[in-house]
Every structure is written in C-alpha cells, then in structure tokens.
T-cell receptor
Framework: KQEVTQIPAALSVPEGENLVLNCSFT??????LQWFRQDPGKGLTSLLL?????REQTSGRLNASLDKSSGRSTLYIAASQPGDSATYLCAVEAAGNKLTFGGGTRVLVKP | NAGVTQTPKFRVLKTGQSMTLLCAQDMNHEYMYWYRQDPGMGLRLIHY???????AKGEVPDGYNVSRLKKQNFLLGLESAAPSQTSVYFC?????????????FGPGTRLTVT
C-alpha cells in the first residue's frame, strides 16, 4: 500500500528565506506527483504536477523535483513572502488516477 | 466556468440522520472523486467514478454511497450519519486517467455529526 509522508508537519521562516518542503513515498510505481496549496478553510489549489518521466517542474518562484527511485520529492519556494503561508500537500498518483496524499506541511512566513 | 462546486458548504447532523452532498463540475471531466480530510491528515479517497453511470470504492468507503447519474454531477450520501463522519469533504474531477492530467478540487463541505 502506498504511503506518503511529509516532514516537517509545520515550518516557520522569516520573510525572504527560501522554503524547502519534503515529500516521501513508499512505492515508486507512480504516474505522477502533485503539489497542492491549501489555505485555511479552503479547498486545494494545484501548484505543480510532475510526471513520472520528469525530474523537475518550475512555475515562477516554485520548483519541484522528483526522484522516483528514492521515493522523494522536494518543493522549493524561493524568497518566501507572508502570502506563501498555507498548508502544502503532496500527492502521488498510481493506477486508476487515484491520489494518495501526505499529511501536509503547515508553513508560516513571518514578516 | 465555475470549475468544481459543492453544496452545501456547511451542515450539522444528528447521529442517525441522512444527507446528500452534491458535487458539480462544468469542465466535461470524465473522472470525479470524493475525499474526506480530518485534522492533521491528508485527504483520503472515499469513492470515485470513471464516467457517467459508474462508481468504485476508494480507501474509506464504509458508511457512504455515491451515484453518478449525470456526467457533471457526483453525489455522496450518508444514510445514517455517525460522529466518526465529522470531517471536511472535498470533491474533485479530472479529464482522464492519463498521467498528465491534474485533479481540480471544490471548496469543501464541512460536516459535523453530533
């Protein structure tokens, strides 16, 4: 059974510092990995999707890497801003387009 | 283009009551999903549908039923609510099962069972 873990569960950084969020998964037979952002009381917003054949994806200040063989993905957010404060979730897709989610990392960026 | 919408946004039920959560998408997506999210945990898949008229069980299906009579709608039913079903419920949809298609999520329904 696929298990997805995100460590740390919470992270606090001063504004301007780079954020590094980690995601690990136990079964490397995945189709893709997605990073989501969730604001308090809101739904999920997709940030980046990395297909299993890709090593990384970039969007603005966000960069996500994927190492399937070691079961790891890292989300980098450059020059963090208070508006980046949210919970970040990673999820892996296996057969049947079913996502398995990690527990999330709650990020606070202090002004 | 509203994306994925959910009705209602909030609901309080007493143990044993029943209710139906409605999810609608206007993107002509084939796949639809129902997840629940509990405090400190990620989302867990309850049921999903790969097309109109089809449904399948996810990771935590017990106590829930679903129906997909129309392509754009996916209903989640609780026949006899229990306090353990207090959670936030999210609906999602995606185009196909191919790896390049991401899932789009609704805003969630916060359900409390007393």
């Amino acid at each position: 059974k696929q298990e997805v873990t995100q460590i740390p569960a919470a992270l606090s950084v001063p504004e301007g510092e780079n954020l590094v969020l980690n995601c690990s998964f136990t079964d490397s037979a995945i189709y893709n990995l997605q990073w989501f952002r969730q604001d308090p009381g809101k739904g999920l917003t997709s940030l980046l999707l990395i297909q299993s054949s890709q090593r990384e994806q970039t969007s603005g200040r966000l960069n996500a890497s994927l190492d399937k063989s070691s079961g790891r993905s890292t989300l980098y957010i450059a020059a963090s801003q208070p508006g980046d404060s949210a919970t970040y979730l990673c999820a892996v897709e296996a057969a049947g387009n079913k996502l398995t989610f990690g527990g999330g990392t709650r990020v606070l960026v202090k002004p | 283009n509203a994306g994925v919408t959910q009705t209602p946004k909030f609901r309080v039920l007493k143990t044993g009551q029943s209710m139906t959560l409605l999810c609608a998408q206007d993107m002509n997506h084939e796949y639809m999903y129902w997840y629940r999210q509990d405090p400190g945990m990620g989302l867990r898949l309850i049921h999903y549908s790969v097309g109109e008229g089809t449904t399948a069980k996810g990771e935590v299906p017990d106590g829930y039923n679903v129906s997909r009579l129309k392509k754009q709608n996916f209903l989640l039913g609780l026949e006899s609510a229990a306090p353990s079903q207090t959670s936030v419920y999210f609906c999602a949809s995606s185009e196909t099962s191919q790896s390049s298609y991401e899932q789009y999520f609704g805003p969630g329904t916060r359900l409390t069972v007393t």
